[in-house]
């Protein structure tokens, strides 16, 4: 099985980004070959700030190292230097009916938020397919905002074997977990940096986690009602890191009532900060030693390059170059 997964440099990492995909991907790398990427060809649609766009690569590659990915079992690379992507991107969108990517909801969102769309955000899921087919990739784990662009690129795959020659690219499977496909941000909605309503994995000080988690939106139960667990954004984020006795004491305190939100907020604060506080402790090794973060992003180029020639000559060959 060769799993791939990757996400762009575009900022700080939420939890929603933490369950989503890199946890799910940390999991996976002791189950098969494992390839994840930073995407920065991609938050070149977004970011056009080169020193913002390097500060990002730097800081998403320590964060991702920190919360375990380990490069002795995974291949770990910056997209950009796999060259090769682009070029499998070019023939690819010469099989990509325009309409396919007219559909697509995330850049219809985009457009609708306002920002002037360039090419390269219209052309975001065939750069995408490009990632995932030239590592024949079969399984790639990612939050439920990116099942369309994996079905993009499995018709796009398929639009490719069908023109030149069945089983000359793999055909993915998305990998999305039901219990963290969608993780609910400070005021309910999708957490996402475009709400700004994120809980990050690292936040600059426990102060300011604790002020976050202070503002999740409640409803205004008094303090001595018995509360609905069932609709609580406090529950469904402290399941995400505490074990299932901890999960159903704190729902049947809600249920039994007299204590208030903030009592239950403080609880989660506590379950978050201990849960990322040995990443953190890496994360800090991790900045002093800016040298191995460069050897593990060099080494796992190399590596990568190696694969996606492998593929390259194959559709080359396939197209009649
Ligand atoms: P954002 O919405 O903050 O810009 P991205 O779109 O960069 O996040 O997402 C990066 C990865 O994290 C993707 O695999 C995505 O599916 C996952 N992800 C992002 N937000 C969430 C969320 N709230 N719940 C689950 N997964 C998420
Ligand atoms: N579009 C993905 C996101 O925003 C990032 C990404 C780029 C990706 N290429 C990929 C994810 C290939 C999985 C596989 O999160």
Redesign the pocket.
């Known amino acids: 099985m060769r799993i791939l997964s990757g996400?762009?440099p575009?900022g700080r990492l939420?939890i929603?980004?933490f369950?989503?995909?890199m946890e799910p991907s940390i999991r996976l790398q002791d189950e098969g070959d494992a390839y994840y990427f930073i995407a920065d060809y991609h938050a070149l649609t977004s970011t056009h700030d080169p020193a913002a766009l390097r500060d990002h690569v730097r800081n998403l590659a320590i964060d991702f190292l920190a919360c375990g990915l380990d490069p002795e079992k995974a291949t770990f690379w910056r997209q950009s230097d796999v060259v090769e992507v682009t070029e499998l991107a070019w023939i690819l969108s010469c099989v990509t009916p325009m309409g396919l990517l007219e559909r697509c909801v995330s850049y219809k969102d985009k457009v609708a938020q306002g920002i002037s769309p360039s090419h390269g955000l219209f052309a975001y899921p065939v750069l995408q397919a490009a990632d995932i087919v030239i590592f024949d990739a079969n399984v790639v784990p990612?939050?439920?905002?990116?099942k369309q662009h994996l079905e993009v690129t499995r018709d796009i795959a398929q639009k490719f074997n069908d023109r030149y020659g069945d089983g000359l690219l793999v055909i993915p499977d998305p990998r999305i977990r039901e219990e963290?496909?969608?993780?609910p941000?400070l005021d309910g909605r999708?957490?996402?940096?475009?709400y700004e309503n994120t809980i990050d994995i690292f936040e600059e000080t426990e102060k300011k986690l604790r002020t976050k988690i202070m503002k999740i939106v409640t409803d205004s139960t008094p303090v001595e009602e018995s509360k609905d667990p069932t609709e609580s954004y406090i529950v469904q984020l402290y399941r995400l890191f505490a074990g299932g006795d901890a999960v159903a004491e704190m729902e049947a305190s809600f249920r039994a009532g007299g204590l208030g939100y903030g009592h239950y907020k403080q609880q989660l604060f506590e379950s978050i900060r201990d849960y990322f506080a040995p990443m953190r402790e890496r994360r800090e090794q991790l900045v002093l030693d800016p040298g191995y973060v460069d050897d593990v992003l060099a080494e796992g180029a190399r590596k990568a390059r190696l694969q996606a020639k492998v593929v390259m000559d194959r559709v080359r060959n396939a197209i009649g170059m």
């Open positions: 996400i762009q575009s939420h929603g980004n369950f989503g995909m990612v939050g439920k905002d990116q963290t496909a969608m993780v941000g999708k957490m996402s940096k475009s």
